[in-house]
């Protein structure tokens, strides 16, 4: 139990377009979800935490009209990169809350060219 | 930001040794997490020890918690090369669903 899958697995973009990427918990309901972003051989940076239903909150530093994020239901977050451009090529990890636990998709990475 | 310590950043042993890795903390803290990512995918859950537990098992996973020193240490026995992975360390100060601060992570490499 606790899967959760994260799509596109990867995408390659030109600059200046917006790119969606989608978490979704496959077999429990996830009232919180988190994004994070990682570079490479370095820990994760947490962007923000998504609840159910309510705006997200965004870690100090992000962008929130830049990464749009939007939890319409207990099992789906989506992320939206808009207005892409290079220095946002990087991997994007999603997790979704379980009582402490969170539980991680496979990522996505992004290239923006 | 990032409280979790791991020490050492990378560790290469022979396969069938035992791995220690060690985090380091800096505030108060409800629960200590370990997990496991293999190279260029999500993160696996590994194990939690709660605040007020000192030790853990879980299959060849043995974790230790020191409040007092806001350290943890994570022993992984009779290693295999599918144990080569990055770790981290993650804490969380509420309990719950909650953000949780990750440490910088530690490589492992299991040569067979």
């Known amino acids: 139990g606790a899967v959760v899958s994260q799509h596109p697995s990867w995408v390659i973009c030109k600059s200046g377009t917006s790119v969606k990427i989608e978490c979704r918990s496959l077999?429990?309901?996830?009232?919180?979800m988190f994004w994070y972003r990682q570079f490479p051989k370095q820990s994760l940076m947490l962007m923000a935490t998504?609840?159910?239903?309510?705006?997200?909150?965004?870690e100090q530093g992000v962008e929130k009209d830049k990464f749009l994020i939007n939890h319409a239901s207990l099992t789906l977050s989506t992320l939206t990169v808009t207005s892409a451009h290079p220095e946002d090529s990087s991997f994007y990890i999603c997790?979704?809350?379980?009582?402490?636990?969170?539980?991680f998709g496979p990522g996505t990475r992004l290239l923006v060219l | 930001s990032q409280q979790g310590e791991e020490d050492p950043q990378a560790l290469s042993i022979q396969e069938g040794e035992n791995a220690t890795m060690n985090c380091s903390y800096k505030?108060?803290?409800?629960?200590l997490q370990w997990y496991r990512q293999n190279s260029g995918r999500g993160l696996v859950h590994l194990i939690l020890i709660r605040s007020n537990e000192r030790e853990k098992h879980s299959g060849r996973l043995r974790v230790t918690l020191d409040t007092s020193k806001k350290s943890s240490s994570l022993l992984i026995t009779a290693s295999r090369a599918a144990d080569t992975a990055s770790y981290f360390c993650a804490t969380g100060r509420q309990g719950g669903s909650e953000k949780l601060v990750f440490g910088k992570g530690m490589k492992l490499t299991v040569n067979p």
């Open positions: 997790s979704a809350g379980r009582w402490e636990t969170q539980y």
């Open positions: 077999d429990f309901q996830a009232t919180t």
């Open positions: 998504s609840n159910e239903g309510s705006k997200a909150t965004y």
């Open positions: 505030t108060s803290i409800n629960n």
